[in-house]
């Protein structure tokens, strides 16, 4: 059974920073795009970042860009997320999750920036939690 696993979160300080892993099981996470995603308390989950299978094009929401930083060691079958200069908006359940090959995205009319197209994914993992606080 096909299964990615988190590991990394935890409770930090503001300004901390955390790397999270996300490993897999009974498949080889080298074939598959990497997308992480957050669920804060009280909203939906969103997509924060991506890396294709080859690591060839990455992807950051507006909000993570500068300071989290996705990557990936084909040969650890781990995919990586560093995340810097935590705030206490960063709180929440961190997700990820396989697509075949590439990073899947959705376009919505209107918005200048692409999102990632949460449905698309096939395989997820069962989060972690990371709390940002004081």
């Known amino acids: 059974q096909v299964q990615l696993v988190e590991s990394g979160g935890g409770l930090v300080q503001p300004g901390g920073s955390l790397r999270l892993s996300c490993a897999a099981s009974?498949?080889?996470?080298?074939?598959?795009?990497i997308g992480w995603f957050r669920q804060a308390p009280g909203k939906e989950r969103e997509g924060l970042s991506c890396?294709?299978?080859?690591?060839?094009?990455?992807y950051y929401t507006d909000s993570v860009k500068g300071r989290f930083t996705i990557s990936r060691d084909n040969a650890k079958n781990t995919v990586y997320l560093q995340i810097n200069s935590l705030k206490p908006e960063d709180t929440g359940v961190y997700y990820c999750?396989?697509?075949?090959?590439?990073?899947?995205?959705?376009?919505?009319?209107?918005?200048?920036?692409?999102?990632?197209?949460?449905?698309?994914?096939?395989?997820w993992g069962q989060g972690t939690q990371v709390t940002v606080s004081s």
């Open positions: 009974e498949f080889t996470l080298e074939n598959y795009a």
């Open positions: 890396i294709s299978s080859s690591a060839g094009s990455t």
């Open positions: 999750a396989a697509h075949f090959a590439v990073c899947s995205y959705l376009h919505l009319v209107g918005s200048s920036s692409p999102q990632l197209h949460q449905d698309e994914y096939d395989y």
